[in-house]
């Protein structure tokens, strides 16, 4: 989990899933019949932090790989959202160690 927040892009990423409506927006989600909560699609996520979509894919499996974000398929589309409680696990930890 170290690892995977110690890239300023990647926490960029969790701080941008924290308020999902915020950063997101819910319209085009509802459009779809989707709820932003639930996750972000990698293409929003992509374009909020200015990066190529591999580079995005790979921070975002780098998150999903070091348990902080969960994800799933709806139809051709991955989604991506935080765990709260692994991150809150982790920050706990963090906060005890130092």
Same mark, same amino acid.
């Given at each position: 989990? =170290? ?6 892009? /990647? /926490?960029? $990423?969790? #701080? +941008? +899933?924290?308020?999902? &409506?915020? !950063?997101?927006?819910? *319209?085009? =989600?509802?459009?779809?019949? +989707? %709820?932003? %909560? ?5 293409? %929003? $996520?992509?374009?909020? $932090? ?6 995005? !894919?790979?921070?975002?499996?780098? +998150?999903?790989? #070091? ?13 991506? /959202?935080?765990? &709260? %409680?692994? $991150? /809150? *696990?982790?920050?706990?930890?963090? !906060?005890?160690?130092?």
């Amino acid at each position: 989990m =170290y690892r995977a927040v110690a890239n300023e892009t /990647r /926490r960029e $990423i969790l #701080a +941008l +899933l924290k308020d999902p &409506e915020r !950063s997101f927006g819910r *319209e085009r =989600y509802a459009d779809q019949g +989707l %709820d932003v %909560d639930a996750g972000v699609c990698v293409q %929003d $996520i992509q374009k909020a $932090i200015g990066l190529s979509q591999s580079v995005t !894919s790979t921070y975002l499996k780098n +998150l999903q790989d #070091a348990g902080l974000l969960r994800s799933f398929r709806a139809g051709r589309w991955t989604y991506y /959202r935080r765990d &709260e %409680d692994a $991150i /809150r *696990e982790f920050a706990e930890r963090v !906060s005890r160690s130092l």
